[in-house]
């Protein structure tokens, strides 16, 4: 399974506007692509937030990402996604592979 992990912190007051922005990137996504995601926000600062998202494996993801983010609607959201967040140099995005232990 192929993970992917962003953390971004968003402006003051936006938390309503960014969780619309997701709820609509969600929609377009899995209407391409089955993979979960987690959306987590920080107990100690909230407009630190986390997204993580699962993937069968990363040959399913890039060939899915690349052909979602042709769509003109995913390049809309992702402009008002930049809009609420405080910068792109504060966001980080990771890669990582699901170990199951219980397979091994």
Sequence with gaps: ????IFRYRL???KEQEYLEIQNEAERM????IQ???????CKDDKEIWQEIHFYKDKKSYKD??????????????YNRFLEVITSLEEMSEENYQLIDFQKK
């Design 64 to 77: 899915t990402v690349s052909s979602v983010d042709k769509q003109p609607e995913i390049q809309v959201l």
């Design 11 to 13: 402006k003051p007051g």
């Design 29 to 32: 996504y899995s209407s391409f």
């Design 35 to 41: 993979k979960q995601t987690l959306f987590l926000q």
């Design 1 to 4: 399974m192929f993970v992917k």
